[in-house]
């Protein structure tokens, strides 16, 4: 192959962990290899047989950094490659040659960032032995058995359901699955006025029907009032249909147990039957339950479930609109012509804002555990405890776990309807949704329903596979030790790195801020100008080696790595924190997980190449590469839990259908990391910093923790940052001491909410203030020599609609 510029290097040695391993490096079309002989146990006799020789396979998509150090003639050391790999292995290999360890360095950036379409990767040569050759994991998930699953079907309309396909050419909505689950009583032609609201045409539709209720969760994107509160009926409508659709409704007689080694289909349990010791007393009507009325923010800053004592199942109906962002942020939107619901045209409902920070700030924080982590290669060192502090990362998933309760609790406990959103319906939503079912539904605890649950809301919903993997790699991670680009005599080179220090500037003081949609010619996601290095120092401008015009395939791709954030991988990192709250309650183990994560990232399969079900039929994904899940189902032996319990009985506590995620519980995933749990855990790892410093407190403490106290201490602050209904809009704007949700039960005057203008004032005022500030850093004036500059520019602006395009492009750009 002709980016192979040598195949095999001898007298190599690997660093692992502080521990050497002298051998030889193969590089092949798709995997670099290391081989090796391992030394022999001490105390092994001379006459003994000699060790095998072990291999390490490292597939190039995996690699998220690559760093050539050479050796210049005075320096004693030998040049190397230093590796770190997205499944948080880090590899160091020394050579004895430099122009080897260059020609090495060459042919891996050649195979990882230089091949430029999908078709190009692993997954469309792969051809698996037996018995994964005869395994057929496309076959798993067929929508219409899962909706029949869930009780909906063409023949039983009683439930308020029925499958449309108005999506079934994908022209609809192509983000979407071609069959969609809504209400009976909605035409197709009011989905079509309907989907004209809602970002790309991603209309509120269902995913998950709650059996003993009919209560549901749907899911869609956010919606489009714009600074004029622009409203649409048919998506009122659509709205108000969701929501009345177990009006009447009646739950079926079954039993509450499942025999030992079945998947639960449904899990339904006899409400009637239910005794004082069970979790359910059954659904009675809301006026004799009033005093025991529970409100959004009651459920989210409600501690652990109390059990022993009788509750009510669905007392009191409550239906949720949750935005995923943080309030000031979905305002924001709306200066752009997006936004968030007005409540007022949502009666009976109330939202409730989130605070879950977007793909950016998620992305910065992984990068900042790597930091931790990445000396990882040459030294067996534990990871850096301050650093792993200052990520957030705990606090991160310990609000998406939050988020994931008030979902579950308003839906199996308060008897109400959950619509879910953040900005496109795909990230945060997507996390949120699963999750949830997770939580409510066993069935998504057993290995095939699992598989269902990632392929029904991660893959037939939609994702940003692609755009958020970057399975095609970047220029940006590939540098060699100090060979840099100067650009000091380049004036306009100056301004751009100006510019980019003082957005750099802007972004770290505003982590929270919002991804806005911005329509582009990829189809894809708005561009952040945000290139900060790990650390938050700013990356060494790189030359642009990629052709300004892509070719005409479809498959040609570019990673743009301001696109790129962990949230699937938070997926399943939330997923693991369930099962290690309850061990019993997942058929499947850990080692699923952390091979799943691997996966994702290998480009073996072509479960994860693309962004939605459209792109996997226009690509006829499942006759040209292998479902993901041909690898876990002929190795199911070795991805079994052999704690699990297979019976669900509400009778009995613990074996109840419904878990919820404990508050303040949230712990690293040791194993994930290439850790043990010591190292991560053992020192109640990380709360927030706090000025720089960890702070534990006895609010953060958590007196629910294990023995071990191997539990993740928290700052108790309320996963919603704001509430609306349509009479009052309360906490908006900030996450500190939100007042109660409802009128009926509030004293104190609301929180005035912010008005859309208001949001983007401050938000010109703030990028104002910082590009200034990072002008003067970077030595290019201080603030009184820009303010003539600004004020220049602001005339050109209100003179020139195209400069004021440019002006809204760029705030687009900034809160992404």
């Not at 950094?65 to 050479?70: D, G, K, S």
């Not at 994702?600 to 479960?607: A, I, N």
């Amino acid at each position: 192959m002709e980016r192979i510029r040598v195949s095999k290097v001898e007298d190599v040695t690997l660093w692992r962990r502080g521990t050497r391993f002298d051998g030889t490096l193969h590089l092949m079309p798709h995997h670099m290899v290391f081989s090796y002989l391992p030394s022999p146990p001490p105390g092994t006799s001379q006459s003994a047989k000699p060790p095998r020789q072990k291999e390490v396979w490292i597939t190039y998509p995996m690699i998220s950094y690559c760093c050539l150090r050479p050796s210049p003639p005075a320096s004693h050391q030998a040049p190397s490659i230093r590796l770190r790999c997205r499944d948080f292995t880090y590899f160091a290999f020394n050579f004895t040659d430099e122009k080897k360890a260059r020609d090495v360095y060459d042919s891996i950036r050649g195979l990882s960032c230089k091949l430029g379409r999908l078709d190009k990767l692993l997954a469309f040569t792969y051809q698996p032995k037996l018995p994964e050759g005869d395994s057929n994991g496309w076959g798993i998930y067929d929508a219409r058995r899962e909706w029949k699953r869930l009780g909906i079907s063409a023949k039983d309309s009683e439930k308020g359901w029925r499958i449309s396909e108005v999506n079934i050419e994908y022209k609809y909505s192509p983000t979407y699955p071609a069959l969609l689950v809504v209400p009976s009583k909605v035409s197709d032609s009011v989905l079509r006025y309907a989907g004209e609201y809602r970002s790309r045409q991603r209309i509120p539709a269902l995913v998950y029907r709650h059996p003993i209720n009919n209560c549901s969760i749907t899911r869609s994107s956010q919606p489009q009032p714009g600074i004029s509160g622009k409203r649409n009926p048919q998506d009122e409508r659509l709205v108000a249909a969701i929501f009345s659709t177990n009006r009447g409704w009646k739950p079926s007689q079954k039993d509450t147990s499942v025999v030992d080694g079945e998947s639960p289909e449904s899990s339904v349990v006899n409400l009637n039957e239910s005794s004082t010791n069970s979790s359910f007393v059954g659904i009675v009507d809301a006026e004799t339950v009033e005093s025991d009325r529970k409100t959004v923010e009651e459920l989210a800053d409600s501690s652990e479930m109390e059990l022993e004592g009788p509750r009510i199942y669905g007392a009191q109906q409550r239906n949720l609109i949750v935005d995923a962002r943080p309030t000031v942020n979905a305002y924001a939107m709306q200066a752009v012509g997006l936004g968030s619901e007005k409540m007022d045209y949502y009666p009976g409902a109330e939202k409730a804002y989130l605070g879950i920070d977007n793909i950016h700030v998620m992305r910065k924080s992984l990068e900042t555990v790597v930091d931790a982590l990445k000396e990882s290669d040459f030294t067996a060192l534990p990871p850096n405890r301050n650093t792993l502090a200052k990520s957030g990362w705990i606090k991160h998933m310990s609000n998406i776990m939050d988020g994931t309760r008030l979902i579950a609790e308003t839906v199996g406990i308060m008897h109400s309807h959950v619509l879910i959103h953040c900005s496109d319906g795909w990230d945060r939503t997507s996390q949120l949704s699963a999750l949830s079912q997770i939580c409510l539904d066993p069935y998504y605890r057993t290995l095939e329903g699992f598989i269902v649950l990632v392929e029904k809301d991660w893959m037939s919903f939609g994702h940003m596979f692609r755009h958020r993997s970057g399975f095609l790699g970047s220029d940006k991670w590939f540098s060699i030790e100090n060979e840099r680009i100067d650009r000091k005599g380049d004036p306009s080179g100056a301004f751009e790195n100006a510019l980019r220090g003082a957005r750099g500037l802007f972004n770290r003081h505003n982590e929270s801020n919002d991804s806005l949609t911005q329509v582009d010619t990829n189809g894809g996601e708005l561009q952040s100008v945000s290139n900060s290095a790990p650390g938050g120092a700013a990356e060494e401008p790189t030359p642009n080696l990629t052709p300004k015009v892509l070719g005409a395939a479809e498959e040609h791709r570019v990673t743009k790595t301001n696109e790129l954030s962990p949230v699937f991988h938070q997926f399943l990192d939330a997923t693991y924190q369930l099962m290690y709250q309850y061990p019993t309650r997942f058929e499947f183990n850990e080692r699923f997980l952390r091979r799943l994560l691997y996966h994702l990232y290998s480009c073996q399969y072509g479960s994860f190449l693309f962004d939605n079900e459209k792109e996997r039929v226009d690509n006829r994904a499942a006759q040209r590469t292998r479902s993901v899940w041909d690898y876990f189902t002929c190795r199911k032996q070795e991805f079994m839990n052999i704690q699990y319990d297979s019976i669900v009985d509400d009778s009995i506590r613990g074996k109840e259908r419904i878990i919820f995620p404990r508050k303040g519980e949230t712990r690293w995933w040791a194993e994930c990391f290439g850790r043990t749990d010591e190292e991560m855990n053992t020192f109640g790892p990380q709360a927030p910093y706090n000025n720089g410093t960890p702070s534990l407190t006895p609010q953060t403490s958590n007196i629910n923790s294990p023995p071990n106290g191997r539990s993740t201490p928290l700052r108790s602050e309320p996963i919603v940052t704001g509430t609306e209904t349509a009479n009052v809009a309360t906490g908006a704007g900030t996450t500190l001491n939100p007042p109660p949700t409802h009128a009926t039960i509030s004293t104190a005057p609301p929180t005035p909410t912010p008005t859309p203008l208001d949001a983007a004032a401050a938000f010109s005022q703030n990028l104002g203030q910082n590009l200034v500030k990072g002008m003067s850093s970077l030595g290019l004036g201080g603030v009184k020599d820009m303010g003539p500059v600004i004020d220049r520019s602001r005339s050109r602006s209100r003179n020139k609609p195209s400069e004021r395009d440019e002006a809204k492009k760029e705030m687009e750009v900034e809160m992404q």
